[in-house]
């Protein structure tokens, strides 16, 4: 009996062997599109045949989909943030929530729309893991309806989500219970410079001002997080209180850009963490244009109101 791993193959005129892939059986293509990239498999491997194509759509290869590689190692393009590509990305994201049949236990995909959302919440009970960076129209509509339905989420990236406000971040803790990680990063709103030509200005420009409704909610209503992103927030002493007194066991705590926060603050709200290992501080570096020595007279003073790692002038 031969051997169901290898297949079938036919001899060309010159010689040749040529293996017909498509004869494998379904558990075998099943296996081979396992170990394929998410890259990989979409790019050609499906369109192969009927079979393939069958074997592509199996669900227990849908139950992760991730695509933040592909946007981390390029730099940033400005068709990122068309209707048109948008759309692109809804599609994909809305064909594997077909094929995944509930198994999706993790989503991270920028630049997607309510209606991929919306669907999310609809067929993925078992979520655990949802990454939408980059969204400039997710709003609290579907993201509330994810908070109600996804009940099983650990891990909450909405950074750069200017539509998505306090009322959500309240309904996600306060539905989802297991919840450890919650990345809520701004753009660099002190520099905005490295974003101009490729983010609209018009969303530059929406940068949520409800800095304390923010840290509020999360104090409130996410008391088991121990990771939490909130890099250029704007929160005040206040709502860093408000955080490390609601939620003790963070261990990690990126303030990075926080520009309204001194050292003293930092210090004096985080001294009761006892399981903080990492905490990453405002570390500012301003460019001589845009430098202003009138308001800080001396350089204690800039020291003090900054705690700056890195200064050059």
Request: aromatic fraction near 10%; glycine fraction near 4%; charge should be negative.
């Amino acid at each position: 009996m031969g051997n169901k791993m290898e297949p079938e193959s036919e001899e060309t005129e010159s010689g040749a062997t040529i293996a017909d892939w498509s004869e494998l059986t379904h558990e075998c293509l099943i296996n081979i599109l396992s170990r394929l990239t998410l890259e990989d498999r979409w790019r050609g491997t499906m369109l192969l045949s009927k079979s393939w194509f069958r074997a592509f759509k199996e669900p227990s290869l849908h139950s992760i989909f991730n695509l933040d590689p592909y946007f981390n190692s390029p730099p940033e393009l400005t068709r990122w943030w068309t209707p048109e590509f948008e759309r692109r990305i809804d599609s994909m994201l809305q064909s594997v929530l077909h094929w995944s049949d509930g198994f999706l236990t993790e989503i991270r995909v920028p630049h997607c729309s309510n209606r991929s959302i919306n669907l999310v919440a609809e067929r993925c009970p078992n979520l655990e893991v949802l990454s939408i960076r980059n969204c400039p129209h997710v709003t609290d509509a579907s993201i509330s309806r994810i908070a109600l339905m996804c009940p099983k989420l650990r891990e909450v990236d909405i950074s750069y989500c200017y539509e998505i406000s306090h009322l959500s971040l309240t309904l996600i803790g306060g539905n989802c219970p297991n919840l450890k990680v919650l990345k809520r990063n701004l753009m660099n709103w002190l520099d905005p410079s490295q974003h101009t030509g490729i983010v609209p200005d018009e969303y530059l420009n929406a940068c949520p001002q409800d800095r304390e409704s923010e840290a509020a909610a999360i104090a409130t209503s996410m008391p088991h997080l121990e990771w939490l992103e909130i890099r250029f927030s704007k929160l005040s002493a206040k709502g860093l209180n408000l955080i490390c007194e609601g939620c003790p066991n963070l261990e990690f705590l990126d303030l990075s850009g926080c520009a309204n926060l001194t050292g003293r603050d930092i210090a004096n709200a985080s001294s009761n963490l006892a399981h903080l290992k990492n905490i990453k501080k405002p570390n500012f570096y301003f460019p001589r244009s845009v430098f202003r020595t009138e308001r800080y007279d001396h350089w204690h003073l800039y020291d003090e109101r900054f705690q700056t790692d890195v200064f050059r002038i």
